[in-house]
């Protein structure tokens, strides 16, 4: 195996509408939705990072603009909170700046799928291996989930998504892999299919919104074929490199919170909050309260 090429790229799609969460929705992205106090855009970033990644391209679309502005210096702001010594205030906002030339955005002007949103990022993928993150899923982990597909990637040289079990019943919501060999860590990928029904899954183990993705897709998105839903969808690409490309499943060490919907994102504020050490005990302090009831 030659040495794989650096990684360096992340693409993030956040053209999505947010429905699910409206009326907060209504006039700010859902990425900017916050757990604890970082929009859940600063995760990805964070996480992204921490696995070496120094150039990212944001998939927008209509409505999105704040989160080009989140990513930019605030003048006023620093100048007011430096005039104020706010020492605190002005390291919080650190993660939120990019190096100037650092971040790119590109209109996905229709919702085609994720198969379509990556393929808008084909000029700033060029021929180098990328990363992609769902802002919607945030994974809580020691070493960050992306890192750790990293690690797999500089090891088997090739594509390699983030995986975990799922109920049966929930097949339908992801793509599923069809499974080669196994060591309980690491898993060949013999085929993907995107959200299939419980009776045709080939196994219940599902793709979530991490990936680290070889060059050898870009073909095939750009045949722009539809899929599930009868959208353009990123899994049928990444079947069609199976055989090109080594591609391996990594079960992740964490937890992944799905904060696209309520449920996953309310659970996420706790289990964020209790990882706080200005927080924890407050946030025990009260739960405590509203449980002894229940
Ligand atoms: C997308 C992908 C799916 C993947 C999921 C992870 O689906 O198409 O393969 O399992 O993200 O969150 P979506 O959640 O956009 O429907």
Redesign the pocket.
Known sequence: MSKPKPLRKAVLPVAGLGTRFLPATKAMPKEMLTVVDRPLIQYAIDEAREAGIEEFCLITGRGKDSLIDYFDIAYELEATLRERNKVDALEALKPSSIEAGSLVAVRQQEPLG?GHAIWCARSFIGDDPFAIL?P??IVQAKTSCLKQLADAYYQTGGSVVAVTEVPREHTN???ILDTGKDDGRLVEVKGLV??PKPEDAPSNL????RYILTPEIMPHLSKLEKGAGGEV???DAMAKTIGEVPFHGLRYEGRRF?C?NKIGFLEAQIAFSLDRPDLADDVKGFLKNYTQNL
């Open positions: 994720l769902l919607d899923d919501r992801y793509g995107e959200k599902s793709i979530i919104g969808q990123l899994t799905d696209g």
